[in-house]
T-cell receptor, first 118, second 115 residues
């Protein structure tokens, strides 16, 4: 149990376009989802926390108008990178916690989405 | 201030040997949780082991054990009997307080297991 999927697994887009990444909890209801960004050979940096049905809470330095997060249901959160630029190229990972956070693995991670902006 | 510190450079480990990955943390909250995750080259984050701040015993999960020294604020991961599949990045992370699932990650340790 506790499977989180992400789609797409990788995407290449042109500078100035927008890209949407989906994060789904497949077998549990995710009351909270987290979005992280990871640059090569670096750690995961939390971008925002989203709770179902409410606005996301963004970390300091993360532009909320550029990284639009929607958590409209208990199984789906989306991250839209608007007007993407090459510096937005990164590995984006979501995680989810909620009603099936068994044991102490309180966040279940998706497989990640590699975004390349040309 | 950095909450999780992982300072070891990349490590080469002989297959079947044990390896210890260092992690120190900084918090003033008496309630916290410490996690270790493995990230292979494919990118997914794999949960390995958890230690709660009030846990009396060191956590163990198969070949993984956590050397929790609360007074020193360290939570080192020990991998016994290393396997080639253990080659990956390893991240230490901390959650502070109850009901707050936000995790702060360290910079990670690169481990390469050699036959």
């Amino acid at each position: 149990g506790a499977v989180v999927s992400q789609h797409p697994s990788w995407v290449i887009c042109k500078s100035g376009t927008s890209v949407k990444i989906e994060c789904r909890s497949l077998d549990f209801q995710a009351t909270t989802m987290f979005w992280y960004r990871q640059f090569p050979k670096q750690s995961l940096m939390l971008m925002a926390t989203s709770n179902e049905g409410s606005k996301a809470t963004y970390e300091q330095g993360v532009e909320k108008d550029k990284f639009l997060i929607n958590h409209a249901s208990l199984t789906l959160s989306t991250l839209t990178v608007t007007s993407a630029h090459p510096e937005d190229s990164s590995f984006y990972i979501c995680s989810a916690s909620g009603t099936l956070t068994i044991g102490v693995a309180e966040q279940y991670f998706g497989p990640g989405t590699r975004l390349t902006v040309t | 201030a950095q909450k999780i510190t992982q300072t070891q450079p990349g490590m080469f480990v002989q297959e079947k040997e044990a390896v210890t990955l260092d992690c120190t943390y900084d918090t003033s909250d008496p309630s916290y949780g410490l996690f270790w995750y493995k990230q292979p080259s494919s990118g997914e984050m794999i949960f390995l082991i958890y230690q709660g701040s009030y846990d009396q015993q060191n956590a163990t999960e198969g070949r993984y054990s956590l050397n929790f020294q609360k007074a020193r604020k360290s939570a080192n991961l020990v991998i016994s009997a290393s396997q080639l599949g253990d080659s990956a990045m390893y991240f230490c992370a901390m959650r502070e307080g109850h009901g707050n699932n936000r995790l702060a990650f360290g910079k990670g340790n690169q481990v390469v297991v050699i036959p």
